[in-house]
């Protein structure tokens, strides 16, 4: 973050001349500092806007209303790819299951399939019950 009495100094040495570059060196900043500093100089009140990061969005806002509505609207439980095919098809716009299923998470929609760690084991699953039988004899 820069003091003020920075700020003054980089406005001053742009009106004598130096570049962003020797401007930067000097005050031990990034160019891209220089650079907002003068043009909110240049702007007051206005910030530049900076740009968005990474990839924008394969499946916007208006894409995710439409998923869940496929989701939610009384229909049964759809698996991933069927879901895909519906939504490739409803669309117009192919992206992979992974995105679909990726989506869906941030819309807030899980599987509602109990996990295998979750279930319980009975006792005359697996081995329990074989030990059970060879203790006995």
Request: hydrophobic share 30%; proline share 5%; net charge positive.
């Amino acid at each position: 973050m820069l003091t003020e009495n920075q700020r003054g100094d980089i406005i001053s040495a742009r009106k004598l001349g130096y570049t962003y570059r020797a401007i930067a060196t000097a005050l031990g900043c990034h160019q891209k500092t220089v650079g907002r500093v003068l043009a909110e100089h240049a702007n007051p009140g206005e910030t530049p806007s900076k740009k968005p990061l990474g990839h924008p969005p394969l499946i916007n806002t208006a894409g995710c209303e439409c998923l869940k509505r496929l989701v939610t609207d009384g229909r049964p439980q759809f698996t991933a790819k069927v879901l895909h095919n519906t939504w490739t098809e409803k669309e117009g716009k192919s992206v992979c299951v992974i995105t679909i299923r990726r989506t869906l998470h941030k819309i807030g929609l899980y599987s509602r399939i109990a996990n295998r760690s979750s279930r319980k084991p009975t006792e005359s699953s697996g081995l329990r019950g074989a030990r059970n039988d060879r203790a006995g004899s």
